[in-house]
């Protein structure tokens, strides 16, 4: 298992500019409570 050697905090995010605007509302919650938990899913293989 790979360990963080370590962590910067960025001022800009690495999410895509407008990216959300492409979203409604119930994805973009989901969205923020996928990112804040603490699993994730795999991606297909």
């Not at 050697?5 to 509302?25: A, F, N, T, V, Y």
């Amino acid at each position: 298992m790979d360990e963080i050697e370590e962590r910067k905090k960025q001022s800009i995010s690495m999410m895509p500019e407008g990216m959300l605007d492409k979203l409604k509302e119930e994805e973009i919650i989901n969205l923020v409570a996928y990112l804040q938990g603490d699993y994730q899913i795999a991606l297909p293989e």
